[in-house]
């Protein structure tokens, strides 16, 4: 009967000193990162479905405007392509490569609507402005998305490296820090007003 006491004493203790350094907190956090990267990918697959709607209505009225309709395909083709695990969330280098594909989507997007503002028809038609409307929504959402993950990992990433904290993930959890999303190297240029 002592002995079961005794057990039940010494789990209490276990669980207790467990919560009290951060063991809980860090997994809450990490699925905190998580949850926040799901956000990330759910809003780049709305702006991906957007694109061939876009692509469709540029093309009934700019046929020979092939080359970037093509690019456009193309680079979302190549931003879909590429996904990222829980796990990748650590690891700069896939990191990298969802950044430089959805880069290019970015800018082939860009072409295409300098494109679609030289046909004037195609400017006033009201299916191409609520496309347009949708596009700009989604990528705000993106930013804000980003952000959030960007704030998610901070958390994760401060929490994890202080103390008690680091202790314990250094002896249980073994918990890895999670890269953060970064500027394309092309946005930090200033960019060139002209009239």
Known sequence: ????????????????SLTGC????M???EEHVFKAWGDVEA???RRADLIPNLVETVKGYATHERETLEAV?????????VKLSADDLSDPAAMERLQQAQGQLSSS???????????????ASENFRDLQNQLEGTENRINVA??????????????????????????????KR???????EAARAVPKVKF
């Open 146 to 175: 980003r952000q959030r993950y960007n704030q998610a990992a901070e958390s994760f990433n401060s929490m994890i490296r202080s103390f008690p904290n680091s202790v314990t993930n250094s002896l249980l959890l073994h918990l």
């Open 109 to 123: 997007l860009s072409r295409l609507l300098v494109v679609a503002e030289q046909y004037p028809d195609l400017k």
């Open 27 to 29: 997994q809450q956090a």
């Open 178 to 184: 999670k890269e953060y999303i970064k500027a394309d």
């Open 43 to 45: 809003t780049l697959q």
């Open 22 to 25: 951060g063991y809980n907190a």
């Open 73 to 81: 395909v193309n680079a979302r083709a190549k931003a879909t392509s």
């Open 1 to 16: 009967m002592k002995i079961r006491r005794f057990s039940l004493w010494v789990f209490f203790a276990v669980v207790l």
